[in-house]
């Protein structure tokens, strides 16, 4: 099985650069997926690491190191939209599609 | 295009009764896959379809969930005989079949069993 634990709560400042960790334990990695949620709607894709290093995409950008079952979602320019849950997800054995959520981080943006 | 739609998006249901809930994925995406989410909690897997088959049916809590998607498009989760338990937002996700393909995901259906 697998453990994915990642802050229940953040808070930041609008304009600032956040950073929400994500740790997990699994007996077969398969890639680790970031996606944000906006409370009562559908998740919606961020990111997607399976190699270790920086993912970058605009003003998200996305870290993994394999060896430390560890990843980042970094944030850069915040704004107030930017409040939302974010989650981490990971997938498990080779042929697998199920993804492994973690219980989300969720964000609050202040002005 | 359009996205994953998924009807009802409320559902209000009696302990005991049979609820269906439908999911209509992105045109072109041949993997499906049904999740369940409490609050306060990210979502958890159910059922994945590849095609019209179930190929990972893993995440199913009970022989109470079933799951079919017979012409490899809409799929139908069916709860039999619903318990208090089973309260949450089921959402649907598609995607291409290739590992690389982050899953789209629906609006969910809200299952509350009174």
């Known amino acids: 099985g697998q453990n994915i634990d990642q802050p229940t709560e953040m808070t930041a400042t609008e304009g600032a650069i956040v950073q929400i960790n994500c740790t997990y334990q699994t007996s077969g990695f398969n890639g680790l997926f970031w996606y944000q949620q906006h409370a009562g709607e559908a998740p919606t894709f961020l990111s997607y690491?399976?190699?270790?290093g920086l993912e970058e995409k605009g003003r998200f950008s996305s870290f993994l190191s394999r060896s430390k079952g560890y990843s980042y979602l970094l944030l850069k320019e915040l704004q107030m939209k930017d409040s939302a849950s974010y989650l981490c997800?990971?997938?498990?054995?080779?042929?697998?599609?199920?993804?492994?959520f973690g219980s989300g981080t969720r964000l609050q943006v202040q002005p | 295009g359009a996205g994953v739609s998924q009807t009802p998006s409320n559902k209000v249901t009696e302990k005991g009764k049979y609820v269906e809930l439908r999911c209509d994925p992105i045109s072109g995406h041949t993997a499906l896959y049904w999740y369940r989410q409490s609050l306060g909690q990210g979502p958890e897997f159910l059922i994945y379809f590849q095609g019209t088959g179930a190929a990972d049916d893993s995440g199913l809590p009970n022989d109470r969930f079933f799951a079919v998607r017979p012409e490899g498009s809409v799929s139908t989760l069916k709860i039999q005989r619903t318990e208090r338990g089973d309260s949450a937002v089921y959402l649907c996700?598609?995607?291409?079949?290739?590992?690389?393909?982050?899953?789209?995901f629906g609006p969910g259906t809200r299952l509350t069993v009174l």
């Open positions: 997800a990971v997938r498990e054995g080779t042929g697998r599609r199920a993804l492994t």
């Open positions: 690491n399976v190699l270790d």
């Open positions: 996700a598609s995607s291409f079949s290739g590992a690389q393909y982050e899953q789209f």
